[in-house]
Structures are given as structure tokens and as C-alpha cells.
């Protein structure tokens, strides 16, 4: 084998080694987005099943087992969402704002924890985002999910709403 030979082995072995890497790279990349997607919607399942257990309860202390003489002036002052006295732990909560300042850790789902921060206060018909200082019927509840595991923390939102039966 000549000198030319020898160069065009080298030649096509440095390109094939190039073209490996960047293969290689890609298919990393590609398995590191799919482990994220995964991350992220057991993430969001988590949140849809606490919002779905929140609303379970009662929207106020004062609608708990009883309708409000007067709506919405006998509920929570904003001031005072949060657990009510003696419920130490969320599974003695009765009412929705009574998840307010809560903070879940210990969540752990093949291998993966998460913690959620959850915040409620009320909103007004108007305005469904800002969170309001003002009795209304309605409470927002945000809920924040972090994870060493995901590249951002996950944010959902949901407003329950006051029907009177």
C-alpha cells in the first residue's frame, strides 16, 4: 500500500470517526429529551391528581357540612387562608384554602422525588389570575412541582368556584 493509499484510509476513518460522534450525540440528546418528556408528564399527573383531591372538599370552613348564611362575606378572610386549627396533615383538610402555604415532599415515583408548593387565595370574576385580598366565590390554587430531575419546575393552576346546592 502506497503513501496515497495510506492517506485516503486515514482520510476516511478520521470523517467515519466524525460522523460517529455526531450520531452519537444525537441519539444522547434524543434519550435525554425523552427521559424530560417522561419526567414531565409524570410531574403534571401528580398535579392533575392533587387538583382532582382538592376538589373533593369543601370550598370553605364555612361551607363545610352547611351552606354560608352570607355569601361571599362568611368565608375565609384572605389573611386566614390556610390550615384551620388542629389539622396538622393534608389528609385532615376539609376545605380547599386549607392547602394554602402547603408544601408536599417525599412524593417519590420510580425512583424520582418531587415536592409540590401550593398557594390558594381568592380571584374575582374579572381577573382569574391575580390572586385578591377580596372574598369572592372564587379560589385559584397554584401548584408548583420541582425535581432535581426536570429542567424547570412544573407550574399548573385551577380555580374552584362556589356552587350552591
Known amino acids: 500500500m502506497g503513501r496515497a493509499e495510506l492517506m485516503l484510509v486515514l482520510g476516511a476513518l478520521a470523517i467515519f470517526g466524525r460522523f460517529s460522534l455526531i450520531v452519537n450525540n444525537a441519539l444522547l440528546d434524543n434519550s435525554t429529551r425523552v427521559l424530560q418528556s417522561e419526567f414531565e408528564i409524570t410531574g403534571i399527573s401528580i398535579l392533575q391528581e392533587t387538583i382532582s383531591e382538592v376538589g373533593l372538599k369543601a370550598f370553605d370552613e364555612a361551607s363545610v357540612g352547611s351552606i354560608p348564611a352570607?355569601?361571599?362575606?362568611?368565608?375565609?378572610?384572605?389573611?386566614?387562608?390556610?390550615?384551620?386549627?388542629?389539622?396538622?396533615?393534608?389528609?385532615?383538610?376539609?376545605?380547599?384554602?386549607?392547602?394554602?402555604?402547603?408544601?408536599?415532599?417525599?412524593?417519590?415515583?420510580?425512583?424520582?422525588?418531587?415536592?409540590?408548593?401550593?398557594?390558594?387565595?381568592?380571584?374575582?370574576?374579572?381577573?382569574?389570575?391575580?390572586?385578591?385580598?377580596?372574598?369572592?366565590?372564587?379560589?385559584?390554587?397554584?401548584?408548583?412541582?420541582?425535581?432535581?430531575?426536570?429542567?424547570?419546575?412544573?407550574?399548573?393552576?385551577?380555580?374552584?368556584?362556589?356552587?350552591?346546592?
Open 70 to 165: 352570607a355569601i361571599p362575606s362568611d368565608f375565609t378572610a384572605a389573611s386566614s387562608l390556610g390550615p384551620d386549627g388542629g389539622e396538622t396533615d393534608s389528609s385532615m383538610f376539609d376545605d380547599v384554602d386549607d392547602y394554602n402555604g402547603l408544601t408536599m415532599t417525599g412524593i417519590t415515583i420510580a425512583e424520582m422525588p418531587y415536592t409540590i408548593t401550593i398557594e390558594v387565595g381568592y380571584v374575582s370574576i374579572t381577573d382569574l389570575v391575580t390572586l385578591s385580598s377580596t372574598l369572592s366565590t372564587m379560589k385559584r390554587m397554584n401548584l408548583t412541582l420541582a425535581s432535581d430531575y426536570l429542567s424547570n419546575d412544573l407550574n399548573l393552576s385551577y380555580v374552584y368556584s362556589y356552587i350552591r346546592e
